[in-house]
Antibody, heavy 114, light 107 residues
Framework: EVQLVESGGGLVQPGGSLRLSCVASGFTVSSNYMSWVRQAPGKGLEWVSLIYSGGSTYYADSVKGRFTISRDSSKNTLYLQMNSLRTEDTAVYYC????????WGQGTLVTVSS | EIVLTQSPDFQSVTPKEKVTITCRASQSIGNSLHWYQQKPDQSPKLLIKYASQSFSGVPSRFSGSGSGTDFTLTINSLETEDAATYYCHQSGSLPETFGQGTKVEIK
């Protein structure tokens, strides 16, 4: 059974940083297309970033230059380093596996507020 | 950026009724269109991948069709447990994008 478990969310002030983690079991992160998707409170889904199995990375314009996606194959873990956080980054962040997002984690809440 | 427009935004339906949700892309995306169901306080769940492929474990009353710019999710014989918000998502062009969602309520 595939499981994705996110962690690392919390309350942070504007301009601060957080690193989200997504640990996978039953699924190999480094062999798959992995994404981060977020959902602001009461709003719809927004694609944030992806990393291909080959290592290429892509970002939404809203986070480009501030967020970095990466992975550690030894820990079978996906990361999202978030810097220069803004209030509009407040959301539940989900990691997803495969190009069609076959698998989702339970999400981790990031709140950016002073 | 490819814009995905879902219709309707909201639908109130009686059990056993058929539900049709459409997703229109602003440019052709081939068949790289996927559908998800999200219930309150839960993660989204994949229903249909690549326009028409059913995902493992999804009830057969859910089906998808379309290609290019026009796609449809059909729920045959709606059940009360199908009350949720449904989203389409395209992975055919970067940046990937989602539709705004369609909320299905049970009358």
């Amino acid at each position: 059974e595939v499981q994705l478990v996110e962690s690392g969310g919390g309350l942070v002030q504007p301009g601060g940083s957080l690193r989200l983690s997504c640990v996978a079991s039953g699924f190999t992160v480094s062999s798959n297309y992995m994404s981060w998707v977020r959902q602001a409170p009461g709003k719809g889904l927004e694609w944030v970033s992806l990393i291909y199995s080959g290592g290429s990375t892509y970002y939404a314009d809203s986070v480009k230059g501030r967020f970095t996606i990466s992975r550690d194959s030894s820990k079978n873990t996906l990361y999202l380093q978030m810097n220069s956080l803004r209030t509009e980054d407040t959301a539940v962040y989900y990691c997803g596996g495969t190009s069609s997002l076959d698998y989702w984690g339970q999400g981790t809440l990031v709140t950016v507020s002073s | 950026e490819i814009v995905l427009t879902q219709s309707p935004d909201f639908q109130s339906v009686t059990p056993k009724e058929k539900v049709t949700i459409t997703c229109r892309a602003s440019q052709s995306i081939g068949n790289s269109l996927h559908w998800y169901q999200q219930k309150p306080d839960q993660s989204p769940k994949l229903l249909i991948k690549y326009a028409s492929q059913s995902f493992s474990g999804v009830p057969s009353r859910f089906s998808g069709s379309g290609s290019g710019t026009d796609f449809t999710l059909t729920i045959n014989s709606l059940e009360t447990e199908d009350a949720a918000t449904y989203y389409c998502h395209q992975s055919g062009s970067l940046p990937e994008t989602f539709g705004q969602g369609t909320k299905v309520e049970i009358k």
